[in-house]
């Protein structure tokens, strides 16, 4: 078992990879280690990194004029995060990115993944699945709260982060579902 | 000159297609016009096809239980248009899509992209990129709905849509804008 691993059945999910692509991707790939609470990324700078989740979990959030936090998406193990606008374009964020345990990430810099679309060609299409599955999303994120009652996204945050419950403080769980924490311990009882 | 001209030059934004390539994509593309108001995709269907305007304009909205229409996204010449979701899952569509003017499609149906990612890698390149950047634009979309003033989200249509103002009914910009038709005159004068 190496750091790798997780990562590598990570793509294996949508490319098959040889050896030497393999080996490409690895020695490109750095690792950070985050402690609970720690920033990753403030609104403002440029998204310079994109992060997989090894072990741990993110919250991706942003703040209101009045101080307030609004968590748009949790990322434990196994999931990728960005502000994928600020990456993608090398703009300013809009989104914070912060610990919620502590997390140890793989990730690869702007400059490094572009250079390796080129090296190993197939990481293309596994990027593009990849940012086709987090704009479908998002988009059903946002529909959802459009659209949907509190008990509703509930239960369609329990379905897409199973456990993950237990593992994170109840004000997250209330901010990403954009209710107060004893409206959550309420839909909790009654079910 | 050929249909295919405008679809051509969209793909050199970010890839360089030789001969034999530009060959097997022009024979997956199919056409369709549709007439003024005709709808293109009702939400519940499932959105079979990758659509890129080649003349026209779409708009893709949503209706909300009171029957009101809330315009997501406009897609004049030369942009893609989909429910992203629904076509990369092929599951059930949120959004509707209808033309605003009688308009001529180039497309892709599911099926026909599948077989074209394996016969032209390269396409793997593009709709990365195209897929990130609709992702960009939608989280923007979503940031600016939230947290900017009517008179600031005017003046981002105006710069992403420069020129679309004359050729679409106020309403319809409106209620992209998220506002009543009488208030985005009341803009505009001041301008």
Redesign the interface.
Known sequence: MTIFDRLLENFALHIKLDVPELQQITSAVQTRCLHKDELLLKTGEICRNLYFVDSGCLRVY?Q?KNGSEHNVLFCPENWWAAD??SF??QVPA?YTIAALEATELLYFSYQSLEQL?IEV?KL??F???L??????L???R??SI??RSAEERYGQFQHLYPKLERRIAQKHIASYLGITPVFLSMIRKKR
């Open positions: 942003t209101d994928m606008a993608s374009g809009y679309y060609p293309e299409r990027f593009r699945i940012a086709q599955n987090g704009f479908s998002y988009q059903r946002v529909n459009i659209s």
